[in-house]
Nanobody, 115 residues
């Protein structure tokens, strides 16, 4: 069974930085795309960033220029470095991976941006 475990969430001050990490285990196939989504209270879950197996990255406009997504295929991990965090970045962040045409989700990690 595929499991995704996120880490790195927590409380940060506005302007601060945070690095989220996600480790996938139990996959019988190579992981295709890996992505980070987030969902704030009362809002739909939205894509934050996505990275292909080859390293091509996409960033949603709200985080473009402030975030960097990366992955390590040997370790089956994906990370999201977020800088200059803003209150509007506060949300539950979810790791998402695509394996053999199926999507898997992590349990989510809370990011709180507050003074």
């Amino acid at each position: 069974q595929v499991q995704l475990v996120e880490s790195g969430g927590g409380l940060v001050q506005p302007g601060g930085s945070l690095r989220l990490s996600c480790a996938a285990s139990g996959s019988r196939f190579n992981i295709a795309d890996m992505a980070w989504y987030r969902q704030a209270p009362g809002k739909q879950r939205e894509l934050v960033a996505r990275i292909s197996r080859g390293g091509s990255a996409y960033y949603a406009d709200p985080v473009k220029g402030r975030s960097t997504i990366s992955r390590d295929n040997a370790k089956n991990t994906v990370s999201l470095q977020m800088n200059n965090l803003k209150p509007e970045d506060a949300a539950v962040y979810y790791c998402n991976v695509n394996i053999a045409q199926r999507n898997y989700w992590g349990q989510g990690t809370q990011v709180t941006v507050s003074s």
